[in-house]
């Protein structure tokens, strides 16, 4: 009889014919997070201010994810199409697609931020402790934000660069001018640079990547001016 060969791949289908043996078409969907790194390595790779800051990683290993899920991520879940509707569709659809298993933090849980900013303020990490990844040159988180909400002035030792991806929402730095940033802008924040983030008729989606001072958590610090 004809011997049938079933090939697996995690990303792309395959269908050919070796010495006489037909190879299936077979396809295997990859995690959630998987296909959120691939897309998340495009974007990254193609973004000449996220290559100044740091390479991307190439020390990437998968790790087990333990879901978490709180009512920040049900927010992100309930955005309309229309939000989504930039130039980073396919890599926003991957965020909430990996939001739906992922681990969402609890960074601020005891501090005075209060209850509404802790149903509301999401965040989960994409590489990094608790999240799909581990890496030792580049750790990587997905914020949600929806509209009217303040997230407070904090610092961390990390330097920081932030990636909007749809949306929008006010930026401050110590020291400088607030800036408002769309799908596509970049924002950096220097080691324990007091900053802090405002959003008002949108809410916004960004990814944010720190390069160094791995491990110490961020705490609030008082408004600079």
């Not at 929008?168 to 940033?181: C, H, I, K, S, T």
Request: aromatic share 12%.
């Amino acid at each position: 009889g004809l011997a049938v060969s079933i090939e697996f791949d995690m990303a792309i289908p395959k269908c050919r014919v070796l010495r006489g043996r037909i190879s299936l078409l077979v396809f295997v969907m990859a995690r959630p997070f998987d296909l959120l790194l691939s897309e998340l390595r495009t974007v990254y790779e193609n973004h000449q201010e996220l290559t100044a800051f740091a390479p991307f990683c190439q020390d990437v290993t998968t790790q087990k994810i333990e879901p978490k899920p709180l009512l920040c991520g049900q927010g992100l879940a309930r955005e309309k199409n229309e939000f989504f509707d930039t130039q980073y569709q396919p890599l926003c659809e991957a965020v909430v697609a990996a939001g739906a298993q992922a681990r969402w933090r609890e960074t601020y849980k005891h501090t005075k931020v209060g209850q509404d900013f802790l149903d509301r303020f999401g965040c989960f990490t994409i590489i990094g402790p608790e999240g799909g990844f581990q890496s030792d040159q580049l750790w990587a988180w997905a914020v949600y934000m929806p509209p009217h909400l303040y997230y407070p002035w904090h610092e961390h030792p990390a330097e920081e660069s932030y990636l909007v991806i749809a949306g929008e929402a006010e930026f401050m730095r110590a020291g400088q001018a607030p800036r408002f940033l769309n799908p596509g802008d970049v924002i950096f924040h220097a080691a324990q640079q007091p900053h802090a983030l405002q959003t008002h008729e949108a809410g916004v989606l960004a990814l944010v990547f720190w390069r160094n001072g791995f491990g110490i958590l961020p705490v609030l610090s008082e408004d600079p001016s």
